[in-house]
């Protein structure tokens, strides 16, 4: 499965942005989608997941409330929602597909190429 990540950009702190994932070629229904970021000198690390039905979401506890993941299965399209954005949250992200439902980089197979988010003080 081949993944196009779009969406960052910069934006004030308290801001908001959407990031879009869409997916292509061999896409199974029921792979779940994840969210992780990498900002720089740090390790990547995992944001939030949804499930191939989009019925589950996880989130890490750095964004639960802040942000929010679907999906549109039609549109084979994962979508981020980001509200309430802090410096912190400035870092280039990135979709991923993966077979088990896991939190772990290392689970996912398939991987965007990511898109940068600059939340400014």
């Known amino acids: 499965v081949q993944l196009q990540a779009s969406g960052g950009g910069m934006v004030q702190a308290g801001g908001s942005l959407r990031l879009s994932c869409v997916a292509s070629?061999?896409?199974?229904?029921?792979?779940?989608m994840g969210w992780f970021r990498q900002a720089p000198g740090k390790e990547r690390e995992f944001v939030c997941l949804?499930?191939?039905?989009?019925?589950?979401?996880n989130y890490a506890d750095s964004v639960k409330g802040r942000f929010t993941i679907s999906r549109d299965v039609a549109k084979n399209t994962v979508y981020l929602q980001m509200n309430s954005l802090k410096p912190e949250d400035t870092a280039v992200y990135y979709c991923?597909?993966?077979?088990?439902?896991?939190?772990?980089?290392?689970?996912?197979?398939?991987w965007g190429q990511g898109t940068l988010v600059t939340v400014s003080s």
């Open positions: 991923a597909a993966s077979s088990v439902w896991s939190t772990r980089t290392t689970s996912y197979n398939s």
């Open positions: 070629g061999r896409t199974p229904s029921n792979y779940h």
């Open positions: 949804i499930s191939g039905s989009g019925r589950l979401t």
